[in-house]
């Protein structure tokens, strides 16, 4: 699979399979965020990898406020949290870049897993403190999402995309590229 293959197959799996992830697997998947570049190369996220059934459960109950997580915590194997350590990455004219280095690190792990032929599916609606005292994690860091990590037991439609008539511009705005 190339990578546009990758951004063109990747979904939000909410069911899993109950079947294992290999640790080659994982280790990709994080290998996936080691390699993300950053702002100013801070590589400011953190990740905790939970394995534990009862642990996942548990982190399942405290996103309670999450609509969609239903099925998500069942069977999969692995959850992944990534915070960030907002100190070691930048802000400029108001813009905090530790949100976008997050962001492009599980980015880039979630389309490593399609490759595997694994699923994901970005979690950021929750209650960050009650699930930092949870997992342990430091108080200057910031919780900034979650995924699950398996096989997947679904294979939604892709949703619909914008045309890009409808967002892109050519050298002034409102100019349409053509």
């Not at 993300?36 to 109950?61: F, T």
């Not at 389309?111 to 997992?135: H, N, R, S, V, Y």
């Not at 699950?148 to 939604?156: E, I, N, Y």
Request: negative net charge.
């Amino acid at each position: 699979m190339n990578v546009m293959q990758a951004i063109e197959n990747r979904r939000s799996i909410r069911v899993y399979e109950n079947a294992p992830v290999s640790r080659e697997q994982l280790t990709s998947f994080l290998e996936a965020i080691r390699l993300a570049p950053s702002w100013k190369n801070g590589q400011c996220w953190q990740v905790l990898v939970l394995s534990d059934r009862a642990q996942i459960m548990r982190l399942g109950e405290l996103l309670h406020g999450n609509p969609r997580r239903e099925g998500v915590f069942e069977n999969v194997p692995y959850f992944i949290a990534v915070a960030a350590d907002p100190a070691l990455s930048g802000e400029e004219e108001g813009k905090s870049y530790y949100m976008a280095d997050v962001g492009i690190a599980l980015e880039n792990a979630c389309l490593a897993a399609t490759d595997m032929g694994l699923g994901t599916c970005w979690i950021g609606l929750f209650d960050e403190q009650p699930i930092k005292e949870f997992l342990g994690i430091p108080e200057n860091l910031r919780l900034v999402a979650l995924t699950p990590l398996g096989v997947p037991a679904q294979s939604p439609h892709p949703r619909p995309r914008k045309a890009l008539a409808d967002f892109v511009h050519d050298g002034v705005w409102g100019k349409p590229l053509v």
